[in-house]
């Protein structure tokens, strides 16, 4: 408190001091009379003293339970959807729930700690939030009454901030200014009476220490009471309104007659009238009844503030006035001052009930829930403020089969989902799990979430792939593999690394099986397609590509290792005659036919569109290193055979890179397929992460789609991640929407939004998903076979799955792991090869042709085989 504030507070504590001392006073002289009456009874006094005992009893025992019950209380915050509308009779249902917080039978002792406290408040944004507060046992009655209220959620109630010790604070408890009999303003639900409230709150600054708070505590009448209290009530108004005649009153109404002698005035039968159908109003109807208290409390750091926002959310009750009104409660002497809560003696009490939800109103008077309709409810879309703080669109509730995520390594960690006793991390089972996409903006939360399931499935011990065309992603992942046990199997190709590369030949077929090489063969061609968008129309390209790599595989079958070719003999053999002229005895007959036959009959710059990009890869230093040693270190089967951590950087944003990160994704689907010759019990499981998937989704063909739906028999499993579904091809769509096991969205742009929601089942609005904030999303997901409804997630921090994992000082001991297991070798070492590669192959067939004594050797040779 401020130091005028003391000052001014002084004389006002004298003066409640002295009226304090005469009511003491003429107390204790009443007493005394009663005593002296009593001194003659003995009886009498046995019989008082042992009522004495009995209520020190009963109250000693309400005053533990009450306090105990005070300890037991629960608070959860109830979040409205932005399409919440409830109806008068919702709200009439949900207060009907919570007329059970109050128990029947030890009702009369804990009563004071029954009531439902509805609490509005600011959070750290300075929105509008509504949180509901009752008995801990009382919790099932607040779910079930939260039924009548569809698209609100309820959510744990955040720890609050800090208060500054020098803030200024003011109390004000309202009380009806009236009797019960008469009636607040029915203010209704449209427009919504919270809009005041929450105009008012915005005038907040939580961030300079402002806080305002309204605790509407609500204490159910019970039955037998309401009947009592409605006899009361009659009583009451027959005393104050004594019922004239019909005739009279009617007479009297319409001014005919003249006033009778001893009959009222006009005006007095007007208001007669009025009264009665106020009190018709009242007890007419089989709405709750609730005795209430209204606490606000209002702090500020700066001087004057706290009462100027106090008389603005005072303001805002005046919405509820009609035959009856919410005054502030207290003493106000007319030119001195106001004696109210901020008194020293009341003070305390106030800031107990504030703190507790101890119900002990200054005065009770009672309300039917039509009066309060306006606070019984979050608020609703009728509310034009903008700081309310809502949920966006009606969202079903997570499944509550859901598993909870600990580390567990048969799960795959989802993210976070609301729940009534807070955030709870989920995941979903990895035998569920075959077909995972995930759609939504750039950097709202995605690839955090990518990361976050890639450490969890690496460290759990399985074979995983990262393929992230942006480099970030990999640098944050590293710092979580530098453990002994895991950097051993971490496999790592990072175009952007100009000094080492490994070596990826395309056609290394060294130890590889014929069903291996078919699909590296498969693999480039498909890898051409999609990032140069061929389709029939690119058929002679897709026909040379074809020949030339077939040709290649069947040429590296006759060479030893060091000497197989390289994409970069494509060219080569397309244009060099001589070349091509000694490598066709040693290729396939299908082959050697179109070169022989067909080929030459093609026009001069038919083989440009195959040559101009394999140039382009050529003019890069890393990409030319990379695929330009014969020797292949990098083998995705083998990766995951064996269960190895593959990192992939291709580089972003070229045409260059387009294709390196497509050889790469084909690569693998079709190194997949190859595990057909492996029994499917000893088939390890593979995960594949591909960001920026319609990347390598260019083919018209469907090509990826058909892969995807074939890899998952062979224990290959991909997750797939872009910004938008209307980006993927068709066929890629559909595949993604009809097989996927989880489905999970970020904001999207209209026409995404629109997608996915009809993919969800229309349970959710487009406009829902379009407007999701930042790092939350909506899941769909698959638990024993069936999928879930869509629900709220909100996103996980690697930082927070993993907080002591990450090494980033051990990075060097990783890079050492790479370098011994992957072999990479410098990059000029590879380019001053590479140019001298195609001519020591040349040598080396001639060379095999004049050792061999007939010029036809080769070919026979290969023709035996073909016919084997």
């Known amino acids: 408190m401020s130091e005028s504030n003391r000052r001014d507070a002084v004389p006002l504590a004298l003066l409640a001091v002295a009226i304090a001392a005469l009511f003491v006073a003429a107390s204790l002289r009443q007493w ?112 079930a009454a939260m039924a009548a209220y569809e698209g609100v959620e309820l959510r744990a109630v955040p720890e609050p901030p800090a208060e500054p010790e020098a803030a200024e604070v003011v109390r004000a408890e309202l009380v009806l200014a009236r009797a019960s009999s008469e ?37 159910p009448v019970t039955p037998g009471k309401r009947r009592r209290l409605r006899r009361r009530l009659l009583r009451r108004a027959r005393h104050h309104q004594p019922s004239p005649s019909p005739g009279d009153e009617l007479a009297g109404l319409l001014g005919g007659g003249g006033r009778r002698r001893g009959g009222a005035p006009p005006a007095e039968l007007v208001e007669r009238w009025v009264g009665r159908q106020a009190l018709a109003r009242k007890l007419g109807t089989a709405e709750p009844f609730f005795e209430m208290q209204i606490l606000i409390r209002v702090a500020s750091p700066v001087p004057g503030r706290a009462k100027a926002q106090l008389a603005g959310l005072l303001a805002a009750f005046d919405a509820f006035a009609g035959e009856n009104h919410l005054r502030v409660s207290g003493l106000r ?21 504030f703190a507790t939800g101890l119900f002990r ?43 909870t995520f600990d580390g567990q390594a048969g799960l795959l960690p989802l993210g976070k989902v609301e729940t009534e006793t807070g955030e709870r ?112 129309v690119n058929a002679r390209a897709l026909n040379l590509t074809t020949q030339a790599a077939q040709a290649l595989v069947d040429l590296a079958r006759q060479l030893p290792a060091e000497l197989a070719p390289t994409i970069f003999e494509i060219p080569v053999l397309l244009s060099d005659d001589e070349w091509r002229a000694a490598v066709l005895p040693h290729v396939s007959p299908p082959v050697r036919q179109f070169f022989e036959e067909r080929f030459p ?60 990160a497509n050889f790469f994704v084909f690569d693998a689907l079709h190194g997949a397929k190859s595990r057909a010759d492996v029994p499917p ?54 595949a993604v929407t009809t097989n996927r096991s989880h489905l999970v969205t970020t904001a999207l742009n209209a026409k995404g939004s629109g997608l996915l929601a009809r993919e969800l089942g229309g349970e959710v609005a487009p406009e829902t998903i379009g407007q999701l904030p930042r790092f939350h999303s909506l899941a ?14 909100a996103g996980a921090p690697v930082e927070e799955l993993f907080p002591d994992a990450c090494h980033p000082e051990a990075l060097g001991l990783l890079d050492s792991a790479i370098d011994q297991g992957i072999g990479r070798s410098s990059v000029a070492e590879t380019l001053a090869r590479l140019d001298r590669h195609p001519a020591e192959i040349l040598g080396h067939l001639l060379s095999r042709q004049s050792k061999g004594g007939q010029h036809t050797g080769g070919r026979q040779t290969l023709d035996t085989r073909a016919s084997q």
Not at 40 to 55: D, K, N, T
Not at 371 to 396: D, H, Q, T
Request: include cysteine.
């Open 32 to 143: 005394l009379v009663a005593l002296r009456e009593l001194a003659g009874h003995p009886a009498a006094i046995s019989l008082a003293g042992a009522l004495l005992i009995f209520a020190c009893v009963v109250l000693v025992a309400r005053l533990v339970v009450t306090r105990r019950a005070l300890d037991h209380r629960v608070a959860m915050l109830a979040v409205p959807a932005d399409s919440f509308d409830p109806s008068p009779d919702s709200v009439v249902h949900f207060a009907s729930g919570l007329s059970r917080s109050r128990r029947a039978l030890r009702g009369l002792l804990d009563a004071p700690a029954s009531a439902v406290r509805l609490r509005l408040d600011a959070d750290p944004a300075g929105k509008l939030r509504y949180a509901v507060e009752v008995p801990e046992r009382a919790r099932g009655a607040l779910r």
């Open 183 to 219: 009636p607040l303003r029915a203010a209704g639900l449209d427009p919504d009476p919270l809009a005041g409230l929450a105009r008012a709150i915005d005038t907040l600054d939580p961030a300079g220490g402002d806080a305002a708070t309204i605790c509407v505590d609500l204490l």
């Open 333 to 353: 002497i007319p030119g001195v001052a106001f004696l109210g809560s901020d008194l020293p003696g009341r003070r305390r009490q106030f800031d107990r009930r």
């Open 361 to 403: 109103p200054a005065r009770r008077r009672v309300v039917m829930t039509s009066e309060i309709a306006g606070l019984m409810k979050p608020p609703s879309k009728r509310c034009s403020a903008a700081n309310v703080l809502r949920s966006g669109g009606a969202v079903p509730p997570p499944p509550r089969e859901l598993p």
């Open 425 to 536: 991390m989920v995941g979903v089972p990895l035998r569920d799990t075959f077909f995972f996409y995930m759609a939504g903006r750039s950097r709202f939360g995605k690839t955090e979430t990518a990361i976050g399931q890639f450490l969890h499935i690496a460290r759990s011990g399985h074979g995983c792939l990262f393929l992230d065309p942006h480099l970030d992603a990999l640098e944050r992942i590293k710092g979580y593999l530098t453990e002994e046990g895991l950097r051993e199997r971490v496999v790592e190709v990072n175009l952007a690394d100009p000094d080492r590369q490994p070596a990826w030949n395309l056609f290394a077929v060294a130890g590889r099986s014929p069903r291996r090489a078919t699909g590296q063969v498969d693999a480039v061609v498909d890898a051409f397609a999609s990032a140069l968008r061929w389709d029939e």
């Open 601 to 660: 009959r093609l026009a001069p710059e038919a083989i440009t569109p195959v040559t101009n990009l394999i140039d382009r890869l050529r003019a890069a230093p890393t990409s030319a290193a990379l695929l330009g040693n014969p020797l292949a270190t990098y083998d995705i089967r083998a990766a995951m055979d064996r269960g190895q951590i593959v990192l992939v950087c291709p580089g972003s944003g070229s045409g260059r890179d387009r294709l390196i």
């Open 681 to 734: 019990e000893r088939r390890r499981e593979f995960y594949a992460w591909l960001d920026e998937v319609q990347i390598y989704d260019g083919a018209s063909s469907g090509t990826l789609a058909a892969l995807l739906e074939q890899v998952a028999k062979f224990g290959v499993r991909a997750l797939l991640l872009n910004q938008n579904p209307e980006r993927l091809t068709a066929a890629t769509r559909d």
């Open 780 to 793: 769909s997901v698959t638990l024993d076979g069936e999928i879930s409804r869509p629900f709220r997630l």
